[in-house]
Structure formats: C-alpha cells, structure tokens
T-cell receptor
C-alpha cells in the first residue's frame, strides 16, 4: 500500500487565487512528520513546510499553509495568492518515528504538477 | 555555503559500463541518502547512511552500491549500468534529531541516461 497518495497529477490555478494540493498518508506510527517540497522546472528540490503529528496547530510559512486533518490522515498544502513562479511539481513526503529519534527516511508521493495561469 | 554538491550533472553510459555518482555535503550532516526520480513515480529511496561506516538499503537498492568512509561524502556506484537505471538521481542530507526533524537538503541532481 502506498504510504503517501497525491491524487491530482495536475492542477491549474489563476494567478492571485488560492489553490489546495491534496495529500493523504498511511501510517500506524503515532509519531510522524509531513513535509512538502517544490520542484521547479530547473529541477532542484525546495523544502516548503513541515507538520508534525503532535503539533496542535496547522503549520504556516508565508503563503504556504498546511490543512492537517489527522483523523482523515490528510495534509493538504494550501498556496494563497498564487504567483507565476509557483508553477512547479509539488511533493508530499512523510517521515515516521519522529520522537524516537527514528529513521530520517522520507517517503514521497508521486507529486502534483501545478500550473499558474496569468 | 555549498550545501549538497553532486557531480556530474549529466552522464550518458552504455549498458554494462560502471560509474560513480559523487555526493558531498559541508553541513556536518550525519544522515545522507540517495533517491532516484522517474516520471510519474516520485522519488524513491535507493540507499541511506546514518554516519560514517554505516549504510543501509532503501526501497530500490538493486544495481547500486554505496559506502560512507567520511561524514562528508556518500558516493553511489553503478557496477553494470542498465537502461532501467536511466533516471535523475538526487543526493540528500540532514541532521539526525530526536526532536523536531530538520528537512532533507537536496543536491541539484544528476541526470543519467543508459543506452
């Protein structure tokens, strides 16, 4: 079974609008963390935002926020006020065993390609 | 700040050839790893290391070898390249923490084509 599922292969959004990229995950570990990365067409992987399973509040970083619904095992990325430079691939990833100082291994989803239209 | 440096950026190999992808980091990160990225597959973990002298297999280790003789370097070796190893390879590193985890820092990738 896939640990990280991103069901939207591609998404389109108008410039200045908000967009939500979906991510669901599967784990029985109570201690885990969820990461979002951006990969522009130039190819580098850019860390955007992190949410821990025990965090009481949804994570926010500038225009990025995480809609974390633990019971539904979803960690959707919300980008507000989209910009042309937001056009990229977006990957959701999970690390398990956070509090035990467990593995640093990240498991990635297959990604969502976001296109921002002017 | 160099971060994670991968060389080469591009490589073309013939089937059966061997080569080593280099990865070096200057952030004193204990954890280093190699991923491959294929269209529609996301990133899949090949091998990882939690410190010098310690390596372990990830999700797709077949056809690849690694070693970790220093904290800084984590080379990936293809002993006999196959067309199925055509991919983009990323090296990534991070600190090992018992609390809030630090994110993986990625190199810029190596695009490998095996003909």
């Amino acid at each position: 079974a896939q640990k990280i599922t991103q069901t939207q292969p591609g998404m389109f959004v108008q410039e200045k609008e908000a967009v939500t990229l979906d991510c669901t995950y599967d784990t029985s570990d109570p201690s885990y963390g969820l990461f979002w990365y951006k990969q522009p067409s130039s190819g580098e992987m850019i860390f955007l935002i992190y949410q821990g399973s025990y965090d009481q509040q949804n994570a926010t970083e500038g225009r990025y926020s995480l809609n974390f619904q633990k019971a539904r095992k979803s960690a959707n990325l919300v980008i507000s006020a989209s910009q042309l430079g937001d056009s990229a691939m977006y990957f959701c990833a999970m690390r398990e065993g956070i509090t035990q100082g467990g593995s640093e291994k990240l498991v990635f989803g297959k990604g969502t390609k976001l296109t921002v239209n002017p | 700040n160099a971060g994670v440096t991968q060389t080469p950026k591009f490589q073309v190999l013939k089937t059966g050839q061997s080569m080593t992808l280099q990865c070096a980091q200057d952030m004193n990160h204990e954890y280093m790893s190699w991923y491959r990225q294929d269209p529609g597959m996301g990133l899949r973990l090949i091998h990882y290391s939690v410190g010098a002298g310690i390596t372990d297999q990830g999700e797709v280790p077949n056809g690849y070898n690694v070693s970790r003789s220093t904290t800084e370097d984590f080379p990936l070796r293809l002993l006999s390249a196959a067309p199925s190893q055509t991919s983009v390879y990323f090296c990534a590193s991070t600190l090992i923490s018992g609390g809030v985890p630090s994110p993986l820092h990625f190199g810029n990738g190596t695009r490998l084509t095996v003909t």
